[in-house]
């Protein structure tokens, strides 16, 4: 279950009141739209075939793995499927082995979606076993798909490049040190993360605003 829009604003509030910078950035833009994606192991599938491409491209690979490995891409189709047949679709060699690697871990009950450990450390550890799916892509899985809400991707450069803003740094901080700032932001990280994600958009929409 994602993070409603409810407990978005119930993070948020939270937040901005240990937080001024967060707190004077909330009036300026308001509250943030939730970040909602399905549960399971075709969110992740859908990741490795969206990275580098864009939307409109993933979509059509999406389509043509289904025509040729079957709706749904089930993991053991998937997992089945010579490599010919996923480059054929439009898969590079790289995705090709990722989405096997994904497709064989479900497959044999290495790890289940629908049962990930209640720890996040843990649940990161068992998705960033699988090749290609980095601590990022867990992170990104754990706060759109799951709703946990003290998770912090201090390796997004979106994030990073927030943070330094809204805190007044010089310049932006590395992951290190957006990850020591976000410690006083607990156990309402994944909404900061959210929110920084609102303020980076506003800011080039208002850059981009004629004069």
Avoid: C
């Amino acid at each position: 279950m994602s993070l409603s829009v409810e407990q978005l604003r119930r993070a948020l509030d939270a937040l901005a009141e240990v937080e001024p910078a967060i707190a004077s950035a909330l009036e300026t833009i308001g509250y943030p739209p939730p970040r909602i994606r399905e549960r399971g192991y075709q969110t992740l599938l859908r990741t490795i075939v969206g990275q580098q491409v864009s939307v409109a491209a993933a979509n059509s690979i999406w389509a043509k793995l289904e025509a040729k490995v079957g709706a749904g891409l089930a993991p053991e189709a998937v997992a089945a499927a010579p490599d010919h047949l996923l480059r054929e679709a439009g898969l590079s060699r790289q995705k090709a082995s990722y989405a096997k690697s994904l497709a064989d871990h479900v497959a044999r009950g290495d790890i289940d979606f629908g049962r990930l450990p209640e720890d996040d450390e843990e649940a990161i550890a068992q998705m960033t076993a699988i090749r290609g799916i980095g601590r990022w892509s867990a992170e990104i899985y754990l706060l759109f798909a799951e709703g946990r809400g003290d998770i912090w991707p201090a390796g997004d450069l979106a994030v990073q490049i927030e943070v330094g803003k809204l805190m007044g740094l010089p310049e932006r901080p590395n992951e290190r040190e957006t990850r020591r700032i976000g410690e006083a932001w607990r156990p309402h990280r994944g909404a900061a993360a959210i929110f920084t994600w609102h303020s980076y958009s506003a800011r080039l929409a208002g850059a981009k605003q004629p004069i």
